[in-house]
């Protein structure tokens, strides 16, 4: 029965294992590489990934070159890279593990109510990581870092989705 609980409380959306200091810096420092280019790395997410481009009205099956130099397109990058930008300034600090419980929630909640599956949130991680490694000083020891915060969160938030 313990046993059991133990286990509940393992997948009741605890993180499984928080960053290092020293991870956690390797994260903050290569994203503060990117964290500005809002609207290059969400051009980077559609051109890769037209099936999450098509989920939204405003921009479905339009070309993300001319998409790109629009105020709406920027809104919207500015948005998603600005909620990454949230959780990459929390991490590394346990008592900021209540802080991204939230936050993450609400991205869940928001988005299962648009229907956005586990493996469209799992392209788009794809996609981030691809960018990050093509635009950041990148190493065996930057990937391991954002693999082990990436697993983090999206455990969570596949917990709530
Ligand atoms: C993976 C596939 C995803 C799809 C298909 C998707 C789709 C959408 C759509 C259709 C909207 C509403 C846009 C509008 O108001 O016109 C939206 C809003 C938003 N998305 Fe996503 N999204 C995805 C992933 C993400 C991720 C990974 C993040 C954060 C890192 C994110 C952050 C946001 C935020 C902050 C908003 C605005 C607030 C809200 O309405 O919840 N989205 N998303």
Redesign the pocket.
């Known amino acids: 029965m313990k046993f059991f609980a133990v286990l509940a409380l393992c997948v009741v959306g605890a993180i499984a294992s928080p960053l290092s200091a020293d991870q956690a810096n390797l994260v903050q420092s290569s994203w503060a590489q990117v964290r500005n280019n809002e609207v290059d790395i969400l051009a980077a997410?559609f051109t890769a990934?037209p099936?999450?481009q098509a989920?939204?009205?405003?921009f479905a099956g339009k070309d993300v070159a001319a998409l790109k130099d629009t105020a709406a397109f920027a809104t919207?990058a500015g948005?998603?890279?600005?909620?990454?930008s949230e959780?990459v300034a929390l991490i590394g600090n346990e008592s900021n593990a209540p802080a991204v419980n939230t936050l993450v929630g609400?991205?869940a909640a928001?988005?299962k109510a648009?229907g956005?599956s586990q493996a469209?949130?799992n392209?788009?991680?794809a996609s981030?990581v691809a960018y990050l490694q093509a635009n950041v000083s990148w190493g065996d020891n930057v990937a391991a870092a954002w693999t082990q915060g990436l697993d983090n969160i999206f455990g969570l938030l596949f917990s709530k989705l």
């Open positions: 997410v990934n099936d999450i989920r939204f009205p405003q919207h948005r998603i890279v600005g909620f990454v959780l609400q991205l928001s988005h648009r956005i469209q949130f392209e788009f991680r981030l």
